[in-house]
């Protein structure tokens, strides 16, 4: 199974502050067909996941533009440009180029 | 608005059979496949399997030999069955929407146990 190492796993950040989260690949998740099945998630506490960005860098239904996603091949990166209060929690990266479907470990965001 | 909502036993005996239903509604299940995701307390997310649109079943091979999913278009619901359960599958379950995973149910919380 792909492998996704998330780092940090632990991020601090003070509201307002700018900060980005890693999702390193154990295969290239360039799909055969040219896309690239890498997602983002935040899943804030006592609730369930919420998707951020689909297919690498596309901002999903409602999702506020300080979130971007970036990146190819097996290193990928979500920013966040201007942490606000309701962004913390933790942030999960999900391949589905190859099957099974895996995720990362997580990233908690917390205030410092 | 799109809504999937899972239901099901909270307590289930060692050995016993987990069954889950994911209801959902704001969409057909014939236009968009359905995820199971399992996570444990305070652990990431896990993928189980997915009913697609066309009603084939896709499963992780971790759960292949005891994982089953099934649905019924015309009350719009996905069904989970894992028989054998264990301590181990104490956990919440969610179904999600999609090749995306663009809308998640509450998740249903399962604890096995005698």
């Known amino acids: 199974d792909v492998v996704l190492t998330q780092t940090p796993s632990i991020l601090s950040a003070t509201i307002g502050q700018s900060v980005s989260i890693s999702c390193r690949s154990s295969?290239?998740?360039?799909?055969?067909?040219?896309?690239?099945?890498l997602y983002w998630f935040l899943q804030r506490p006592g609730q369930s996941p919420q998707r951020l960005i689909y297919l690498v860098s596309n901002l999903g239904s409602g999702v506020p533009n300080r979130f971007s996603g970036s990146g190819s091949g097996t290193d990928f990166t979500l920013k966040i440009s201007g942490v606000e209060a309701e962004d913390l929690g933790v942030y999960y990266c999900m391949q589905a180029t190859h099957a099974p479907n895996t995720f990362g470990a997580g990233t908690k965001l917390e205030l410092k | 608005q799109v809504q999937l909502k899972e239901s099901g036993p909270g307590l289930v005996q060692p050995s016993q059979t987990l069954s889950l239903t994911c209801t959902v509604s704001g969409f057909s299940l014939t236009s968009y496949s359905v995820h199971w995701v399992r996570q444990h307390s305070g652990k990431s997310l896990e993928w189980m399997g997915r009913m697609w649109s066309d009603g084939d079943t896709s499963y992780n091979s971790a759960f292949t030999s005891r994982l089953s999913i099934s649905r019924d278009t015309s009350k719009s619901q996905v069904f989970l069955k894992m028989n054998s359960l264990q301590t181990e599958d104490t956990g919440t379950y969610y179904c999600?929407?999609?090749?995306?995973?663009?809308?998640w149910g509450q998740g249903a919380s399962v604890t096995v146990s005698s």
């Open positions: 295969q290239s998740l360039l799909d055969s067909d040219g896309n690239t099945y």
């Open positions: 999600a929407r999609g090749s995306g995973m663009d809308a």
